[in-house]
């Protein structure tokens, strides 16, 4: 069982940055694939950013790249650095987990979800 817990989320100008973290307690994060999923009001969740089990691979939604970096510490804690904020990245961002090696960017494929973080961002 894997337990998230999301910090840092808030209010932030145009332009500006955030980091988001995800402690994790239960397995390390070797043994789970990681993801940012976030949902705006009105939307269905939208994959971010995620971190692959084993290798560590990367990826990010098209919305995101370049802007936004997803990295693990050694600490169990995964973080979702955000830079060059805009008014459309305004959304509860969730943390997630899934023991799939190859999971699809949909929310569906990750079985454990944190309680989520808002994140708003002002024009």
């Known amino acids: 069982q894997v337990r998230l817990v999301e910090s840092g989320g808030g209010l932030v100008q145009a332009g500006g940055s955030l980091r988001l973290s995800c402690a994790a307690s239960?397995?390390?994060?070797?043994?789970?694939?990681m993801g940012w999923f976030r949902q705006a009001p009105g939307m269905e969740h939208e994959f971010v950013a995620g971190i692959r089990r084993i290798t560590g691979g990367t990826s990010y939604a098209d919305s995101v790249k370049g802007r936004f970096t997803i990295f693990r510490d050694v600490q169990n804690t995964l973080h979702l650095q955000m830079n060059g904020l805009k008014p459309e990245d305004t959304a509860v961002y969730y943390c997630t987990a899934t023991d799939r090696i190859r999971p699809r960017d949909d929310p569906r494929d990750y079985e454990y979800w944190g309680q989520g973080a808002q994140v708003t961002v002002s024009s």
């Open positions: 239960g397995p390390t994060f070797s043994s789970y694939t």
